[in-house]
């Protein structure tokens, strides 16, 4: 029997937890108060989100310094590389979903995420 690659390492990892990620997505779309938390919901969201390119590209300018003495590193580089057009602009659609929900996006953008949020990111 062959070792697992670490993509499949990976994917057996996050099987492990798929079906408590269901079950919480599951809870949330039919809360009973649905229509009140689902704009923090969203916002909670958008902070992830609009943290997320800075941190990929602060990522990709460390891994791209390593990557002449780490090829972990070069992966990581070239990986980022592609992946930050990808993702940029998703935290605009998040806004854009608020606004249509009645939210103010300025309000919204000078708001501070929470410390829970803030700690993930």
Do not use: C
Request: no cysteine; glycine share 2%; aromatic share 6%.
């Amino acid at each position: 029997m062959s070792a697992l690659t670490h993509s499949q390492s990976l994917r057996t990892k996050i099987r492990l937890v798929r079906s408590r990620l269901d079950a919480a997505t599951y809870n949330l779309w039919n809360h009973p108060r649905l229509v009140e938390i689902y704009p923090q919901y969203l916002f909670q969201n958008h902070s992830v989100t609009r943290a997320s390119v800075p941190l990929m590209e602060a990522a990709l300018s460390s891994a791209q310094t390593r990557s002449a003495s780490d090829p972990v590193a070069i992966g990581t580089a070239n990986y980022l590389a592609k992946h930050i057009p990808e993702e940029r602009g998703h935290d605009d659609w998040l806004v854009e979903d608020m606004r249509h929900m009645g939210m103010d996006p300025s309000i919204v953008l000078k708001r501070m995420p929470s410390p829970a949020t803030a700690t993930l990111v």
